[in-house]
């Protein structure tokens, strides 16, 4: 496309003056952005629900398995002294 071509299309762009939207563009709009709104809080609620149960899991398993204790020794010591 040449520079004549272009403004050509400008022209006759702001000669015909802004498009017809539809009357309910904005309300159609509203409706969509707070459904979005909705879904995003939920995920964060339920993304938040689903740490603090990990979170909760994980306590628990280390408080009953200990993770950080040595394990006992599978074999006895020598016996001296006898």
């Not at 003056?17 to 995003?40: F, I, K, S, Y």
């Amino acid at each position: 496309m040449n520079r004549s071509n272009r403004e050509e299309r400008v022209r006759r762009l702001m000669v015909a003056g802004p498009p017809v939207l539809p009357p309910d563009l904005a309300a159609e709009a509203v409706r969509r952005g707070a459904r979005m709104l909705r879904r995003r809080t939920y995920a964060r609620r339920v993304l938040r629900l689903l740490l603090c149960a990990a979170a909760v899991a994980f306590t628990v398993w280390a408080l009953t398995a200990r993770p950080w204790v040595e394990p006992p020794s599978d074999t006895t010591p020598p016996l001296t002294g006898w």
